[in-house]
């Protein structure tokens, strides 16, 4: 019998690793939201997720701070398919490396299409995970590999420039 997912994770699976596939079904609905509502629908979609879906991760990132960030994403692509993902953790920040997206490298291994603007969502849904645990993220790069970084909300940090996340192909 596999192990059970970590408790970091909102879900609660028993495979070790989830089924890469699912990223057909994620792109497929951007561009469906996109298409048919428009780019502020599928950026209130994604911060939805992150409120809703997620609220669990937020709720445990408020209770153990930078530790439970580099937890939960420890956890996270350890059960992704195809990844190549460093986490490190400061005093003051969390930092993805995202050498490999475990998602854009099955698209493309699939020759889907990707909707441009899917890097996007990793800002969109977990500022609104972080918001809740008096953090946020900045986000730069994307199309496959990335930097995101998790730091403490401030009033004088600047606004994500969503042009610092690359159009995906």
């Not at 899917?118 to 199309?143: D, K, L, S, Y």
Request: net charge negative.
């Amino acid at each position: 019998m596999a192990s059970p997912i970590p408790v970091s994770l909102p879900y609660a699976d028993t495979k070790p690793v989830g089924h890469a596939d699912f990223y057909f079904a994620v792109n497929a609905t951007f561009r469906f939201i996109q298409r048919h509502h428009g780019e502020g629908a599928l950026r209130k979609y994604w911060q939805d997720i992150g409120q809703s879906y997620y609220q669990p991760v937020s709720k445990r990132w408020s209770e153990l701070g930078f530790a439970g960030v580099a937890e939960y994403w420890r956890a996270f692509f350890a059960a992704e398919p195809g990844g190549e993902v460093e986490v490190s953790e400061a005093q003051d920040e969390v930092r993805l490396e995202v050498k490999t997206c475990p998602a854009i490298h099955h698209l493309r291994d699939h020759g889907r299409e990707i909707v441009p603007n899917f890097c996007q969502h990793c800002f969109f849904v977990n500022e609104a995970i972080a918001g809740p645990a008096g953090m946020t993220v900045r986000v730069c790069g994307g199309n496959g590999s990335c930097t995101q970084r998790f730091i403490k909300a401030t009033a004088n940090l600047s606004s994500q420039n969503l042009e610092d996340i690359a159009t995906a192909s």
